[in-house]
């Protein structure tokens, strides 16, 4: 009674109006206690001098005939059959505030800080409608914060793999905040766009800076690569020409597969699915103009400025000459990096190796036949307790709630139609019976689970004074104003509770009615299961003798348990004809265009499968960044293929080895970027973040294994020939390499 007075006494003022729980809650008519509250203390209308006053509590509830609405209240109670109710002890007890939905108070949180504080001598758990977006919100917004160390960490990637480290002109940090800026304008045009088109912004978006940020990193360091290889004494206009001349079309081809892959992906039906993948192909889009606007022009600056030796970031400075920096200087612009050497002289010629490409080839068909079959194991499922943060006072409400009630089944309405209630009172009355053992319903035999305002209403009728026991025939009510006159009656005072419950086109025509049922709780974590429940009670409530049909908020849910795994490798398929598509188009081959295709393939199967071993499921994240897979597998593929097609060799393990050298670098550091953009949200709060780690570290992993090791291995041995245009090769075999990173 102390803690109910508190939440009695609880107010927040907004706007100069005070707010309480008697202006907040549900009203009730009549004489009792005005709000609708669910309570043990009900016994007693909530009044702490009639329950002080009360010197006989066991009888006051045997009066009340209260065995079905304690199993509700409380926990751990015992029945002495022999006298009644008993109730020897209990070991918890549970109260509902039915509260209005009230969109200007906006700090209705209230009422759960006094669960929290409580009183002395109880243990409080709280839950409230608007407890799941508060604390999944607060812990997607907490998380902005990685999000910040993950563009942190990049900048310092980049500083240190475009330049070289400490030196006042080689240095280029400026560069690599271009970059990022780049990108940040990019997602921030992305965000407006999206918006102004009228697309929805959820929370998974959130997800959408890390994936911008892995791809637009990736073509920094292709502009750069391809940068780097130029002649450095020609003019910085024809260096920056011919740059883009092979990085543009390589950039070209991987942002323009993602857009279109994006774009189809908005046709789908799951709402939340086709918005992000319209931000995503609106973030690419911009990102690839921005890329080659902004961070290309600046390319050309920073250029300006080295040959003009002024200090990077302070370049209103400039350096004087000093003949031993600039030696080291021009042999490290000289330097390949080691990245590249290891390319040319380790792996490249390792992996064109016979025996290597065998045994890859046999590995990579082991995977992808575990991808197989793992993909095949994979289950649609999705709890809303995964997308709170772990420590969040709710998975202990719910687990307390398991404890001592036995987890209570998802509430189910069932929705009464238009239609003469009065000479359908029979098929009311048989309603409960009629389901009752059906579609994983729990027992409807207990008021408990199945509150009916119709059975409770004869109950009324029988025993009121007012009808003398003689309005009650064989049909239930025989008179029908008697049946309205009494209905009226009932709802504003024993059952006033149930005034919602049924709405009146007219005083003796109801256009609609609900009743409250539960499912059973067998099938809370089951997804199969509660669309398998759905499915039926929709097929029994057709049987019934009274137009009506069944909803719950959950159904929104568990419909799309129905259509996700569909919507998923409808998604996919879309995805991948649209990577073969462009791919066909801007490399020109088709047998190149195909060997990129298969790999990423290979890629996604192997990603589907790893997902089953590492405990993921199939929903609304999974899916999106399976979407958000295809386009960066196809970063890693695309790159080698297209440079594969530009090299000139003796023979395709040379042009393997040259394309190795050349874009392996770039295609490696923009993984190991996607990488550490999400790495430091292995151990955030959210699970969106969580499984965005787990599959963006999956997508980097079997990527570049297909990209860099798989795909070289098949170009070797099924690679067309080059370009007619393309570069020509020494007669040592080897071309010109010039520093692109230094790892």
């Not at 209230?110 to 407890?131: H, K, P």
């Not at 390949?336 to 045994?359: A, E, L």
């Not at 080698?640 to 190795?660: P, Q, T, W, Y």
Request: glycine fraction near 8%; include cysteine.
């Amino acid at each position: 009674m102390e803690l109910h007075d508190s939440i009695e006494a609880a107010s927040v003022e907004v706007e100069s109006e005070t707010w309480n729980l008697n202006n907040l809650c549900f009203p009730l008519p009549g004489d009792g206690h005005p709000c609708f509250v669910s309570s043990v203390l009900q016994f007693w209308d909530y009044n702490k001098a009639t329950l002080d006053a009360d010197g006989d509590v066991q009888t006051t509830m045997r009066a009340a005939n209260a065995v079905e609405d304690l199993e509700s209240f409380t926990s751990g109670f015992a029945i002495d059959s022999s006298s009644g109710v008993d109730v020897y002890s209990a070991t918890g007890a549970k109260a509902t505030y039915f509260l209005e939905n009230r969109a200007e108070v906006v700090k209705g949180a209230f009422f759960l800080e006094i669960g929290e504080t409580c009183v002395d001598g109880l243990n409080c758990y709280r839950f409230a409608e608007r407890s799941f977006s508060d604390e999944f919100g607060g812990a997607i917004g907490g998380d902005v914060v990685l999000m910040n160390i993950g563009f942190l960490i990049i900048i310092i990637y980049l500083y240190l793999n475009l330049g070289k480290v400490g030196d006042k002109i080689g240095s280029r940090f400026a560069l690599s905040m271009m970059s990022v800026l780049a990108i940040g304008l990019a997602i921030a045009a992305s965000m407006g766009v999206s918006q102004l088109c009228g697309w929805d912004y959820t929370p998974v978006h959130s997800v959408l800076p890390f994936v911008l940020l892995g791809l637009g990193v990736d073509d920094s360091f292709v502009i750069m690569n391809s940068f780097a290889q130029t002649d450095p004494n020609a003019d910085l206009k024809v260096r920056m020409k011919e740059a883009m001349s092979h990085a543009g079309v390589s950039i070209t081809v991987t942002s323009l597969t993602d857009f279109v892959a994006f774009i189809i992906s908005t046709s789908t039906s799951l709402p939340a699915l086709a918005s992000f993948c319209f931000y995503a192909a609106t973030g690419i889009l911009f990102l690839f103009l921005f890329q080659c606007i902004i961070f290309g022009a600046y390319v050309v600056i920073d250029a300006r400025r080295q040959k003009a030796r002024r200090m990077d970031c302070c370049c209103c400075f400039t350096v004087k000459e000093n003949e031993e920096h600039d030696k080291a200087r021009r042999e490290f612009e000289a330097n390949p990096g080691m990245v590249s050497k290891f390319m040319k002289n380790k792996f490249g010629p390792w992996v064109v190796n016979k025996n290597v490409g065998i045994v890859v080839t046999i590995v990579s068909m082991g995977l992808m036949g575990a991808g197989v079959y793992g993909a095949t194991q994979l289950k649609v499922e999705s709890n809303q307790l995964d997308f709170v943060p772990d420590s969040s006072y709710i998975k202990t409400t719910f687990e307390m709630n398991d404890n001592l009630f036995g987890g209570d089944g998802t509430p189910v309405s069932l929705v009464l139609e238009d239609f003469d209630y009065f000479a359908k009172q029979t098929d009311l009355s048989g309603i409960a019976a009629a389901l009752n053992g059906k579609a994983h319903l729990a027992d409807t035999t207990n008021s408990v689970n199945f509150d009916s305002w119709y059975d409770q209403y004869v109950v009324y009728v029988g025993a009121s004074p007012a009808c003398d026991g003689s309005c009650i025939g064989t049909d239930n009510l025989n008179d029908e104003t008697q049946f309205y006159t009494n209905l009226h009656k009932f709802l504003n005072t024993a059952g006033a509770r149930y005034n919602s419950s049924v709405v009146f086109n007219s005083y003796q025509d109801i256009r609609t009615s609900k009743i409250s049922m539960k499912y059973s709780s067998t099938i809370n974590d089951e997804a199969s299961l509660q669309v398998e429940a759905m499915t039926q009670l929709r097929e029994e409530v057709a049987k019934l003798d009274v137009p009506a049909y069944a909803y719950t908020f959950e159904f929104l849910n568990w419909e799309t348990f129905i259509i996700i795994e569909k919507e998923m490798i409808q998604n996919v398929t879309l995805c991948m004809a649209a990577v073969f598509v462009i791919t066909l188009i801007l490399i020109a081959h088709p047998t190149t265009s195909f060997l990129v295709f298969f790999c990423v393939g290979c890629a996604i199967i192997e990603i589907l499968g790893a997902m089953y071993f590492w405990g993921l499921v199939i929903d609304n994240v999974s899916v999106i960044n399976l979407t958000l897979a295809v386009g960066l597998a196809v970063d890693y593929s695309a790159h080698v293929g297209h440079c594969f097609m530009l090299k000139d060799g003796n023979n395709n393990s040379e042009r393997v080895i040259l394309a190795l050298a050349d874009i392996g670098s770039a295609v490696l550091n923009g993984a190991i970027s996607t990488f550490l953009a999400v790495v430091v949200l292995s151990g955030s709060q959210s699970y969106v973040f969580r499984v965005l780690f787990k599959q963006f570290f999956l997508t980097c992993l079997f990527g570049v294994m297909n990209g860099m090791v798989f795909l070289p291995v098949l170009l070797n041995w099924f690679g067309p020939r080059a370009y007619a245009n393309a570069a020509k090769v020494h007669g040592d075999g080897s071309s010109e390499m010039v520093k692109v990173e230094n790892i």
